[in-house]
């Protein structure tokens, strides 16, 4: 399973947008790339007090206490490496070849290079967490049975940890039923953690991402929009393999979507990229055409 980092970064502000603003653009070509910088990291503290965020200057500060994973200045995530100080990238469920694909970084040089850096939400480091204790309460649970600290161990018997060809019928049977018990109390433990787990992994978008990847649309980026919905932006040039794909021009790729069941719920068009929200279903219908499309 691939993480998904798209729902992690939704809505913080990047280096990319703040590179195209008006307020760093007057300034000295030498002075943009500090101030955008600074820009992004106030931004990001207004837009999201509650988690904390790090700029290049902060370099000379050892790495908080607890942290184990942040955003840098695209919305790329970053993990810790246990026992060292060192970070690597996450790679993200999108088409780009070259994610995750950097060494790792000690925590000041991380953030020479790729700061601001900032926390990703509450939600998502409460979910990895519900995960773990869930997989080390079925681990402990397994280990309880196999070891025969389960009811026949504890009481005593001295009956044996697994079945023997010779035991009872009716202690089988027992021995059967509280293990079916504890196996599903633990499973059914698993898969809530799992369905909880909405910031870990997106099985839609991670499925239309690939298909894009293979269908050698590799300037385009698959994510989800600020209102949920399944957001892709297309390069100029990438929207146009797409349009050829559907067989119709670009400008007419929405209605020639709408034919063949894609309904896209909003479409813009600029000068450096096209951007197309669907619905789950949509994106859904479009990773099959895609696919069906390479076959």
Excluded at 88 to 105: A, H, K, Y
Excluded at 120 to 146: F, I, K, S
Aim: hydrophobic share 40%; net charge negative.
């Amino acid at each position: 399973m691939m993480l998904n980092t798209t729902r992690l970064s939704d809505g913080l502000p990047t280096l990319e947008e703040a590179a195209h603003y008006r307020a760093v653009l007057v300034l000295p070509p030498d002075q943009r790339d500090a101030a955008a910088r600074v820009l992004v990291a106030r931004q990001r503290r207004e837009q999201a007090p509650g988690r904390r965020t790090w700029e290049a200057k902060d370099s000379l500060l050892p790495s908080p206490d607890g942290l184990i994973a942040v955003l840098d200045n695209k919305g790329d995530l970053w993990r810790s490496i246990p026992g060292t100080d060192a970070w690597r990238e996450v790679p993200r469920p999108g088409p780009s070849s070259n994610q995750g694909t950097s060494v790792p970084l000690p925590w000041p040089e991380f953030l020479q290079k790729h700061a601001p850096a900032s926390e990703p939400p509450g939600e998502w480091t409460q979910q990895r967490t519900d995960v773990m204790d869930a997989l080390r309460a079925t681990h402990v649970e397994l280990n309880r049975l196999l070891a025969g600290t389960a009811d026949c161990s504890s009481a005593g018997t001295g009956a044996p940890s697994v079945a023997e060809a010779d035991e009872d019928d009716d202690d089988l049977l027992d021995r059967a039923r509280s293990w079916a018990a504890r196996l599903t109390g633990a499973a059914d433990r698993l898969h809530a953690a799992v369905g909880a787990a909405a910031l870990l992994h997106d099985e839609v978008i991670t499925e239309l991402a690939g298909a894009f990847s293979d269908s050698e649309l590799s300037e385009s980026r698959v994510m989800r929009g600020p209102n949920g919905e399944v957001s892709i932006r297309l390069s100029p040039s990438d929207a146009d393999l797409l349009a050829g794909m559907m067989a119709v021009s670009s400008t007419l790729m929405p209605m020639n979507l709408h034919h063949v069941g894609v309904k896209p719920s909003g479409w813009f068009s600029g000068p450096r990229s096209t951007t197309m929200y669907l619905t789950d279903d949509g994106g859904r219908l479009l990773t099959k055409l895609l696919r069906g499309h390479r076959s």
